[in-house]
């Protein structure tokens, strides 16, 4: 028979696929051949069973050798060689049959497709069809290749390209044990360079490796030297490239995946997964319209994808979904102002890139002034295209910030830290309201975190950061942000707008020992000041503030107090409310409550005040005073931003909270659940008010009770029932916390919400370690209790 096809596979322990591989070639190939090269299963018998010849070859950890002993045994004019873990595509065999009528090709490129896993594939294209001549052999011990054998003795214009496809399940890791392939490929790999035969295929296939392991640096460092050795037009090279760029990318080196990718693009100018990948990093650093632009590049030249190896997806989503989710954050076409944004970071390592990757689709330019780092965050902003200055901090932050101004080139200027974000939803309507302005500077709304893992609870207030490039504007305190004072001086008050932008603050929290350190730092910059420009309201408030964040109340008092004093009781509102604060932290509530009285005339739309005034009656004892200002505080909601420093849940958990303590204390318990419940509605107050609630029920119901109120109120989420679990071990009530953390696991598995796995192995952790303290407390020195006392620490 004319133009025979012979399909030869290499076999070792494959019974679970051999059957799909040869079944899915039987119709289109003439003669099956199978090297098994030491088999304890079943496979060379399903094999036969299947009309395969099955030849034995003992293994000498060379697939070169196994793959060229059965070309051997092929009698096919043609050669198809496959993998055990692969299969014919459905519908493409018919391909096959076509192409060995020619004449013209001695060998042909196919497509292969990988499947990695939850949806993911890359399609690249490889020599597997090939004429049966003496002088095609395989070379290689691993990632044996025939494309070499092929191209010496033929030459390229003699190997064609056909649509013919197999599917490849051998990196699926739904299917295969990854990791032991993996090891099992270095190893080879590892004794393939002790022959001394390391060229560019050998570093890339190692690379490659390593890319499957996570390690990326070791993969980079093979690439680079692969692309040393290997001759770009070798068949290989188009992964390399794409790999390579994809390590630099991981590695978060986005400006060098940058540049390496425009070298690449002019290699592979129709290869359009690098222009994908270039769309990765303008997506990593924010820049969405630039990524888009990537995108469309990708499109245009995908037509000619048949010669390279396509994935078509960027962090293994569609481009086209990726289209839609930066839609609403393109904003670079619409803007009609250029905008300088100048970040001041000294150690943000773990926020720079989240800090530049937000302001990154406004920025025209980004520049970062630091005092001096030890840690990554320079390197980081440097990849993600920002322009670095050292400068020394000779106690002002505002020398800093000054600079920053003289270096900036847009019509605009953002500052922001490098512990902080701009909200990515704002910046249409940031770019909107510019296009506009009349104004020469703009507040903006800075949110504080104080809990890193809790971004319900935050502070807002109004901060000035969006400044007309006028050169005569400048910062003139230390520390205090006060740029709005020379706006003001040469505009008057008009000079300055509100934007509705949010920056978010990532605190470092009142009890962290970072704390210390910024306090020393900055107690240190506001003396200067006092010594410099003199005692001021703004001085002493800033001061006070920084004791306030150290948790020294009566220091903190003090200074607020004297700001309060010097500016004859007419104190912004938020240095009446620290005050306040501070009083009742010191447990001297009859101050407070006296404070609170001026403040509010003061300030009669100011929420926070009467909500602090609310909470000195309840502790002096005046429960219908109190439970007045907590209802007011539910009518108010709560306070503008633009007017005043705003606290979370003044307005709507928090005065429930309050209230449902003043009506416990009144003996009106059903009142009392009732506001415990309607608070712990809010996602943001369950560890506040669940807690409560929990006590309220156990001390008059029985901790029976717990779990049917909160089922019967439709408070039985994961998150709410794992709060009560945790309460109620702690009110000594074991069985039943049990019983709440047991509703809380089925209730995670109803929902299939395998998210809540963390919170509930936590709520598990916590009802143990109470009993294991109780447990140590009445058996001192039991050796089982001693033994796992590590997994009890910290």
């Known amino acids: 028979m004319k133009n025979t096809i012979s399909l030869c596979i290499i076999a070792k322990n494959e019974a679970g696929s051999i059957a799909r591989c040869i079944t899915s070639a039987l119709p289109y190939v003439d003669q099956v051949v199978v090297v098994d090269t030491g088999s304890s299963d079943q496979t060379p018998e399903i094999a036969r069973e299947l009309g395969a010849e099955v030849w034995n070859f003992a293994w000498n950890n060379d697939f070169s050798a196994a793959r060229n002993y059965s070309l051997e045994k092929a009698a096919g004019e043609w050669i198809l060689y496959m993998d055990c873990d692969e299969e014919v595509e459905p519908g493409s065999g018919g391909i096959l049959r076509a192409a060995v009528q020619t004449e013209d090709y001695d060998a042909y490129f196919i497509n292969v497709k990988n499947i990695l896993g939850q949806g993911h594939e890359v399609t690249f294209h490889s020599i ?52 032991a392939k993996i090891q099992r490929n270095i190893m080879l790999l590892e004794e393939q360079s002790k022959t001394g035969r390391e060229d560019g295929f050998f570093f890339y296939n190692l690379g490659i490796e390593y890319v499957r392991q996570g390690q990326f640096q070791l993969a980079l460092e093979k690439f680079m030297a692969s692309l040393k050795k290997s001759p770009i037009n070798c068949g290989y090279a188009p992964v390399l490239a794409n790999k390579t760029v994809v390590c630099l990318i991981e590695l978060g080196r986005y400006r060098d995946a940058l540049e390496q990718l425009r070298y690449f693009q002019s290699l592979f100018p129709r290869y359009s997964d690098l222009y994908l990948l270039e ?22 030249v995908s037509a000619d994808n048949f010669k390279y190896p396509v994935e078509g997806k960027i962090f293994g989503r569609a481009p086209e979904e990726i289209l839609d989710w930066i839609k609403p954050f393109q904003v670079w076409k619409s803007k009609r102002f250029q905008i300088t944004v100048c970040i001041l970071a000294r150690g943000e390592e773990k926020n720079i890139a989240r800090c530049i990757q937000s302001v990154g689709e406004l920025a025209d330019s980004v520049i970062l002034v630091t005092p001096g780092c030890s840690d990554h965050t320079l390197a980081t902003a440097y990849q993600m295209g920002a322009k670095i200055y050292r400068l020394k901090l000779e106690n002002s932050l505002a020398k800093l910030r000054n600079f920053a101004l003289q270096q900036a080139a847009g019509d605009w200027v953002l500052f922001i830290n490098g512990n902080e974000e701009l909200n990515r939803q704002d910046i249409p309507g940031l770019v909107g309201g510019l296009n506009q302005s009349r104004a020469k500077a703009h507040y903006v709304r800075l949110r504080t975190f104080y809990n890193p893992n809790n971004q319900l609870v935050y502070q807002d207030r109004a901060n000035c950061r969006i400044i007309s490039n006028e050169k005569d504007f400048f910062y003139s305190s230390s520390l205090v942000e006060d740029i709005e004072q020379s706006v003001q001086k040469k505009y008057g008050a008009a000079g300055i707008g509100c934007l509705p932008v949010t920056v978010f603050h990532y605190s470092t929290g009142f009890k962290s020992e970072f704390r210390k350190v910024d306090f020393k730092r900055n107690a240190a910059l506001i003396t200067a000041d006092f010594a410099k420009i003199g005692k001021n309201a703004l001085f002493y408030k800033t001061m006070g503030y920084e ?48 404070l609170c009285e001026r403040a509010r005339d003061l300030y009669p739309d100011y929420t926070d005040i009467i909500y602090l005034q609310g909470c000195c009656s309840l502790n002096l004892g005046y429960l219908q005073q109190a439970a007045q200002c907590y209802n007011r505080c539910i009518q108010m909601g709560e306070a503008a931003w633009e007017k005043y420093t705003v606290h979370s849940g003044v307005g709507t958990y928090l005065p429930r909270c309050g209230l449902a303590e003043v009506y416990l204390k009144q003996g009106q318990i059903t009142s009392c659940l009732n506001n415990y419940k309607i608070a712990a509605g809010y996602p943001e107050a369950v560890c506040r008010a669940v807690p409560s609630l929990t006590r309220c029920i156990i001390m008059n119901f029985g901790p029976g009770r717990v779990l049917p109120y909160l089922r019967d109120n439709g408070l039985d989420s994961c998150r709410h029932l794992c709060t009560a679990a945790v309460e109620t071990a702690k009110s000594g009530c074991l069985m039943e916390s049990l019983e709440l953390w047991q509703a809380a696991l089925d209730k995670m598995k109803k929902l299939n919400d395998l998210s809540q796995y963390p919170l509930i192995s936590s709520t598990m952790f916590q009802i143990l370690g109470g009993i294991y303290a109780e447990a140590v407390e009445h058996n001192p020195n039991n050796a089982h209790l001693q033994a796992i006392a590590p997994f009890f620490k910290g």
């Open 279 to 300: 769309a990765a990093c303008h997506i990593r650093c924010g820049r969405y319209s630039l990524a888009a632009g990537g995108i469309e590049k990708a499109k245009k």
């Open 547 to 594: 004791f306030l964040k150290v948790e020294r109340y009566k220091a903190a008092f003090g200074h607020f107090n004297r700001a309060i004093k010097i500016t004859g009781f007419d104190a912004p509102a938020d240095c009446w409310y620290y005050a306040i604060y501070c009083l009742l932290k010191l447990k001297r509530f009859d101050e407070a409550l006296v």
């Open 128 to 179: 597997r069809l090939f004429r049966n001549l003496p002088r095609f052999s395989f070379e290689g011990q691993i990632h044996e290749q025939i494309s070499y054998s092929i191209i010496a003795h033929s030459g390229r214009n003699r190997i064609g390209s056909i649509n013919f496809t197999l599917i490849h399940h051998g990196y699926n890791p739904e299917q295969v044990n990854i990791n």
